[in-house]
């Protein structure tokens, strides 16, 4: 007769301790988040001061170039209207005209407000049209983005509540259950 393998299959595998694989994937994530807090301590000390420093030193150069352009052009202007000698003729006897006494005729009609409103209406898209406006280009992003909302205080506690958050789901999936 076959006796077969005395296992008991009555009996609950043993849980395992090791959890490797999550300490590692924990791990990781957290070297990450420490390199990108490094990256954007780096960025906010060292790259942003030099931007800005670079910003400043340009329209102060602009700024130089602009006034003196403005003095050339000045020079220019006042060279050219340099006073000149003329022989002017002495001036002659004007007649003194009659003085007009008012009339009675009647004004003409004045114009309807709603038509003067559409002709300046008019008059301005027309000019719009000629020279239509440009946004100046700064360089500068749009501020729209979560970071621009929040700042860098903002993002560092949400990178915090979602650590915690990560601890807390962990010790609930290992902690023991009771039944009752």
Sequence with gaps: MYEGDETN????????????????VAGVLGAIVLLSIGCLAVYALVVL???????????NAQGTQSAAMAMALT?????????????????SPTPVLAQVEPSATPLPPTENP?????????????????????PPATGNMPKSG????????GLV??????????????RMRTSPVRNR
Excluded: K
Aim: charged share 15%; hydrophobic share 45%.
């Design 9 to 24: 299959f009555d009996a609950t595998p043993p849980e395992e301790n090791n959890n490797r694989t999550f300490l590692i």
């Design 49 to 59: 001061p030099r931007q800005q420093e670079t910003a400043r030193a340009n329209a």
């Design 75 to 91: 020079a220019t202007f006042e060279s050219s209207i340099i006073p000149t000698t003329t022989m002017t003729q002495l001036p």
């Design 114 to 134: 709603a038509t003067a409103t559409v002709a300046v209406a008019l008059t301005q898209v027309a000019g719009a049209a000629q020279n239509p406006v440009t």
């Design 146 to 153: 979560i970071a621009d909302e929040y700042g860098i205080p």
């Design 157 to 170: 506690v949400a990178t915090l509540i979602l650590v915690l958050v990560i601890i807390v789901a962990r």
